[in-house]
């Protein structure tokens, strides 16, 4: 079966830094995405990985390891609103991404 | 870049009447079209996959005749609730791809609608 686990909740301070991690059980890997939603709205993009490896956008970084199933998206220098769900996705073979439940994330002054 | 838009963006109905959402991709043709719905604090549910020209896909226990989709067109899928009923209210988001577009980076990558608040009263 196919499976992804994220935790559902976190919370981290203002300029701070977190990491959120997410594993996946997959037949089969077209990549993994990190979407951004805010209460209320649909998702954003964040980051897509293919290969293993760090990928650095600014203050998100996205973690791929392949051969752990395993994913993290790194959050520095925290700010107010960032707090939202982050959704960790992976494409199967018809494109359908594949959810996990999203972890919530909530910061603080 | 590639913008995907919903209307009506919330629509609050009585119990047993119909409503259509439409999901328009504004500046690229989307082969493919993917209707999700949301509850409050869950994560996204795919109900359908919609692919222009053919029969919309529903995933298992989504009800095909209660939840009509048309893709008629490369730039437009309508999600139609039938005989609503207030189990449907619900956060309805669409996402469109199109990989043979310059828009998208990865072939596996979606752009999503904003998304349509339902409320049945």
């Known amino acids: 079966g196919q499976n992804i686990d994220q935790p559902t909740e976190m919370t981290a301070t203002e300029g701070a830094i977190v990491q959120i991690n997410c594993t996946y059980q997959t037949s089969g890997f077209n990549g993994l995405f990190w979407y951004q939603q805010h209460a209320g709205e649909a998702p954003t993009f964040l980051s897509y990985n293919v290969l293993d490896g760090l990928e650095e956008k600014g203050r998100f970084s996205s973690f791929l390891s392949r051969s752990k199933g395993y994913s993290y998206l790194l959050l520095k220098e925290l700010q107010m609103k960032d707090s939202a769900s982050y959704l960790c996705?992976?494409?199967?073979?018809?494109?359908?991404?594949?959810w996990g439940a999203g972890t919530k994330l909530i910061i603080k002054p | 870049g590639a913008v995907v838009s919903q209307h009506p963006s919330w629509v609050i109905c009585k119990s047993g009447t119909s409503v259509k959402i439409e999901c328009r991709s504004l500046d690229f043709q989307a082969t493919t079209m993917f209707w999700y719905r949301q509850f409050p604090k869950q994560s996204l549910m795919l109900m359908a996959t919609s692919n222009e020209g053919s029969k919309a896909t529903y995933e298992q226990g989504v009800e095909k005749d209660k939840f009509l989709i048309n893709h008629a067109s490369l730039t437009l899928s309508t999600l139609t609730v039938t005989s609503a009923h207030p189990e449907d209210s619900s956060f309805y988001i669409c996402?469109?791809?199109?990989?043979?577009?310059?828009?998208?980076?990865?072939?596996?990558?979606?752009?999503f609608g904003p998304g349509t608040r339902l409320t049945v009263l």
């Open positions: 996402s469109a791809r199109d990989p043979s577009g310059s828009e998208f980076l990865f072939n596996n990558e979606q752009f």
């Open positions: 996705a992976v494409p199967d073979s018809n494109y359908q991404l594949i």
